[in-house]
């Protein structure tokens, strides 16, 4: 089971930031955040991951509180590419003491970039 | 470096016949993940495998389906005697041996159809 909740869309104006929140209360000390997007029809992309700091790289911003409670994926410029279905997944380990994950695929947040 | 891929693209089946699906693994890659996606829903884990090893698959109907990953070749998702309720977009995703089941890499899926 995901672990995680997300709204089930937002709009965003193109060119403006798009904040997605995500809400992870379950989450384990050890336990990594990661967002993935899925633009009609294609495979998943990864986009960014995280433990306990923010992270950045080109395609977004990651902001967990300290708490690690919740996150929010912060899209800066958004496109109307950007138009996807967002997931904010908890990787799970699979075997106990294993270093074996997988990540499971809540329902996300479909994001729509408007002109 | 080529990325995962999948074939075929689209592929359909008639009730009762089988289905074979195709993964092959990103360049290094040693772990493969398959996942199922029906219509207007989210990506459902399915399997995950490594060489000649079942890691986890507990996604897996219990029944007419298999997968496996061989020492040589690419992994294979196989679906007997179809239904119509097995349309849908299966997706192959793969990671390297260092990180186990963080960061995949997906393929663009196949199609399934069954009439």
């Known amino acids: 089971d995901a672990k995680t909740t997300q709204p089930p869309s937002m709009d965003c104006a193109e060119g403006r930031a798009a904040n997605l929140p995500c809400n992870h209360s379950t989450i384990s000390g050890n336990e990594y955040v990661y967002w993935y997007r899925q633009i009609h029809s294609q495979g998943p992309q990864y986009i960014i991951h995280g433990l306990k700091n923010n992270e950045t790289n080109e395609m977004a911003s990651l902001i967990i509180t300290e708490d690690r409670k919740s996150s929010t994926l912060i899209l800066p410029h958004a496109t109307l590419r950007d138009t996807a279905v967002y997931y904010c997944?908890?990787?799970?380990?699979?075997?106990?003491?294993?270093?074996?994950?997988?990540?499971?695929f809540g329902k996300g947040t479909l994001l729509t970039v408007n002109p | 470096n080529a990325g995962v891929m999948q074939n075929p693209r689209h592929l359909v089946r008639r009730r009762g016949q089988e289905a074979r699906l195709r993964c092959s693994p990103m360049?290094?890659?040693?772990?493969v993940y398959w996942y199922r996606q029906l219509p207007e829903e989210g990506l459902k884990f399915m399997v995950y495998l490594q060489k000649e090893n079942i890691i986890d698959e507990s996604g897996m109907p219990k029944e007419r389906f298999s997968a496996e990953f061989p020492k040589e070749g690419p992994s294979i998702l196989r679906i007997q005697q179809v239904v119509r309720g097995d349309s849908a977009a299966y997706f192959c995703?793969?990671?390297?041996?260092?990180?186990?089941?963080?960061?995949?890499?997906f393929g663009p899926g196949t199609r399934l159809t069954v009439l």
């Open positions: 995703a793969s990671s390297p041996p260092q990180d186990h089941g963080s960061e995949q890499f």
């Open positions: 360049k290094g890659h040693s772990h």
């Open positions: 997944i908890v990787r799970v380990r699979v075997n106990s003491g294993g270093s074996n994950y997988k990540l499971t």
